[in-house]
């Protein structure tokens, strides 16, 4: 009886641990969703105030143009940008890891240190540098005599956005991929060595298997950033209002039906599609990343 008492009082042990970040989980995480889900089966009309629809407002969202235009939008986005930052936060890593880099220290901090800079900062830096009119695009034209396209035009705002999270992103993902290089056995590289292996040889062989799971965690956030893309359009359309509208991403979609179309509810359901479908997603990739001789 006694043992069975002392079982009893460590199990509830466990739970006084786990009980406060169960209480802020559930208050900051669980409680927001499942009140989105409910405002997302209802809507307010003017006449006959706010009624029970069920699944009409997202019957509505899957046929919604502007949602799937926004989404296709960073669907181009992720498709692009991604690639090419894990590919610069990857080149970065390895060369930092490779001890043949002067200053590797600083080298490190420089590249991480943008990732500190908070969003809107560092959209507003870009954007002024990106005016034609007042910034550094405009300086350059009027000083050589050039013609530089506009960044902030309907065909280039979306890659230079891009720029902007590139130059945001690839020293957090640098520093995710350094990480996993800095626990490799280095009497692997030394056993390689002997074999006459070369540096390009034991990225291949080596290197880059071991980084397999450090690249599907930055993909995964990447791919969850990208769909969750905001405060850069968000800030520069106030410079560019004809290239970025308020459907531009299924964020600032969301968000422009909730503060600007007072559309509470059809707000919620845009916002739990776009959830959905990430999860999804961001699944799948961890399922193939993951995936033993893939």
Do not use: C
């Not at 046929?63 to 936060?89: E, K, N, S, Y």
């Not at 590139?166 to 957090?172: A, K, L, M």
């Not at 964020?251 to 509810?265: D, I, R, V, W």
Request: aromatic letters at 14%.
């Amino acid at each position: 009886m006694v043992s069975r008492r002392h079982g009893h009082g460590r199990s509830w042990l466990g739970w006084r641990f786990v009980g406060p970040f169960m209480v802020v989980f559930a208050l900051v995480f669980l409680a927001p969703i499942a009140y989105s889900i409910y405002l997302s089966l209802f809507r307010t009309r003017l006449i006959g105030g706010t009624a029970f629809v069920g699944a009409e407002n997202y019957l509505k969202a899957l046929q919604d143009p502007q949602f799937w235009a926004a989404f296709g939008r960073v669907a181009v986005f992720l498709a692009v940008q991604v690639p090419i930052m894990l590919f610069l936060a990857l080149l970065v890593a390895l060369a930092i890891d490779s001890g043949r880099l002067y200053g590797a220290a600083f080298f490190r901090i420089a590249v991480f240190l943008p990732y500190a800079v908070p969003a809107v900062v560092a959209t507003l830096m870009w954007g002024f540098m990106y005016g034609t009119q007042f910034g550094l695009i405009g300086n350059v034209n009027e000083a050589f005599g050039l013609s530089l396209p506009d960044p902030l035009s309907a065909d280039l705002v979306l890659a230079s956005i891009g720029n902007i999270v590139t130059w945001e992103f690839v020293g957090y993902n640098m520093l995710i991929i350094y990480s996993a290089l800095r626990v490799v056995n280095p009497s692997l590289y030394e056993a390689a060595e002997i074999d006459g292996a070369g540096q390009a040889r034991i990225i291949w062989a080596i290197k880059l298997p071991a980084l397999r799971g450090a690249l599907v965690i930055a993909t995964i956030f990447s791919i969850i950033g990208s769909f969750q893309l905001f405060n850069e359009p968000n800030v520069l359309k106030t410079l560019a209002p004809n290239a970025i509208t308020t459907y531009f991403t299924p964020n600032l979609y969301a968000y422009s039906l909730s503060f600007e179309g007072q559309q509470y509810n059809y707000s919620a359901t845009v916002a739990i599609v776009m959830g959905v479908i990430t999860m999804i997603i961001a699944y799948v990739v961890q399922l193939r990343g993951m995936r033993k001789g893939s």
